[in-house]
């Protein structure tokens, strides 16, 4: 209402939700030995900055594994197949890249 | 999935990334690099990648934090229902300063105005519609009339408005709008609604002029802002923007088509009223390339230019000087490149008018249009391009 020229203005935001909070998994002590899954989304560039991500991951933790897995389906579309692969034989994942 | 991650990606998107975990309830560790990885050279990226390396590591190994092992729940702040008491000026400045318009004056949704707007609904207002994307708020009805009031609109407008928010909520998955690409909702609207409530089906129907079709477009892009939290820079990056994000919604002239409407098209009945929203964007990729392949035939379908407004990021500019093209050797080069054949630019039935009315005579066309080693029967599009580049010299 307005009142001598005094407007109340009424919240035009949208209502949050309360958001259920996932804890983070453990990490590992130290990569040795371990298979890590480098998951490309697929964006434009992503090719070569995974070319470089796994070199010199490759160099800094060379006693890790390193397996490249490139989405099949678009960025935005999920991928059941893969995550269940990623779960199944993974002991960490890198994934990207997001722009 | 039970096991340590790291995301990727790059620093313009960390605020977006930010909002991200907080609203899906995961601190998940994220590295990112200052450039664009799309058009930037294979070292530029290398020496990115073998910078942000030791970074992948660490979030992999290092411990996680007690807030990174949280669990429960994040009660949202209560919210006011009156936000801001003040004058005009004062409630202008208070939602322009945070985040809350599109960048033009409001009007201030004061409890009355907002009273009105919702008599144009039967709908209660606090019939909950849905969550928005990109940030999954509740929607009521009261909602979007506040906005509706702020976009200037009339309480008979409501229900287009209430009808292209149920479709951003139904089809959350095709609203492209926080996209990296500047794109935008175009908003269709069809049946007897269009004349009842006063749109300009005609003449200039999307430019200015027309309280309904320009209020209601605006509407639209405010219940984005405030009831699906998008915003510049923050979730939304479309390097450029676009003016048609201010306001685009348009009714079909379905009186002077002589086709059959598109709502009817789509299975509706001729009397239903329908609102129908297109999300499409424009532009060229971000790689030298790219701008190769597309600029010259943008250039081509701007009604026979001869002179062109050409908008590049600066991100892009960079890209395209490191490949040798000065801002003067770029328009040479697109002088050079931007052609067809003169029998295809002849039937343009818009140049006929404007023109030497000997064009069209045998192999007659004036030397700017030919230079070089073109085929005979090809041109260059542009003719004061030449003389352009000559005064720039």
């Known amino acids: ?99 | 999935m039970g096991i340590p991650s790291v995301g990727v990606g790059v620093q313009a998107f960390d605020e977006s990334a930010k909002d991200a975990k907080m609203k899906e309830g995961v601190q998940a560790r994220t590295v990112s690099v200052p450039y664009n990885y799309f058009g930037e050279t294979k070292d530029r990226i290398f020496a990115e990648m073998r910078e942000a390396v030791p970074g992948i590591k660490m979030a992999l190994t290092i411990p996680l934090t007690e807030e990174e092992m949280k669990t429960g729940e994040i009660q949202p702040p209560d919210e006011p229902e009156i936000l801001v008491g003040g004058t005009l000026e004062e409630v202008q400045e208070y939602f322009h300063h945070f985040r809350m318009t599109d960048g033009l004056p409001i009007i201030p949704p004061t409890r009355d105005r907002v009273s009105e707007m919702l008599k144009g609904t039967s709908h209660a207002p606090d019939e909950i519609l849905g969550l928005i994307r990109p940030e999954f708020l509740q929607v009521s009805v009261e909602k979007v009339a506040i906005n509706a009031v702020m976009a200037g609109c009339n309480p008979e407008y409501l229900p287009v408005i209430l009808a292209i928010v149920e479709g951003y909520i139904e089809h959350d998955a095709e609203m492209w709008i926080v996209s990296a690409t500047s794109m935008v909702n175009f908003h269709l609207v069809n049946g007897p609604i269009r004349n009842a409530i006063g749109m300009n089906r005609g003449v200039g129907a999307q430019g200015p002029g027309n309280q309904a079709n320009a209020t209601m477009g605006r509407a639209a892009t405010l219940c984005n802002i405030n009831l699906g939290g998008w915003w510049p820079g923050k979730n939304c990056l479309g390097t450029q923007g676009h003016p048609a994000q201010y306001t685009f919604c348009v009714p079909e002239n379905e009186e002077l088509s002589a086709w059959e409407p598109f709502h009817v098209e789509r299975g509706y009945k001729s009397d239903e009223n329908v609102v129908s929203t297109f999300t499409e964007f424009g532009g060229f990729y971000g790689s030298c390339e790219g701008m190769r392949q597309a600029m010259p035939k943008s250039l081509l379908s701007v009604q026979r230019c001869n002179q062109a407004a050409i908008l590049i990021d600066p991100s892009l500019s960079e890209i395209i000087l490191r490949e040798g093209y000065t801002k003067r050797k770029l328009k040479e080069w697109l002088w050079e490149n931007t052609t067809e054949t003169f029998e295809s630019w002849w039937q343009d039935p818009f140049l006929p008018n404007f023109l030497d009315k000997r064009f069209g005579e045998p192999g007659y066309w004036p030397k700017t249009y030919q230079r070089g080693n073109l085929p005979p029967d090809t041109i260059r599009v542009g003719t004061l391009v030449p003389k352009q580049l000559a005064k720039e010299a």
């Not at chain 1, 470089?52 to 160099?59: D, N, P, R």
């Not at chain 1, 390193?66 to 890198?94: G, S």
């Open chain 1, 1 to 99: 209402m307005t009142i001598n020229g005094v407007y109340d203005a009424l919240n035009p935001k949208g209502i949050k939700l309360p958001v259920r909070l996932f804890p983070l998994s453990p990490r590992l002590a130290d990569l040795d030995h371990k298979t890590i899954y480098m998951v490309d989304l697929g964006k434009p560039g992503s090719d070569t900055a995974f070319d470089a991500l796994e070199k010199y991951c490759s160099e800094l933790m060379p006693e890790a594994k390193f397996v490249r897995k490139k989405k099949k389906l678009t960025y935005f579309a999920d991928e059941p197949d893969l995550w269940a692969e990623v779960k199944e034989k993974a002991d960490a994942f890198i994934f990207g890249v997001y722009d």
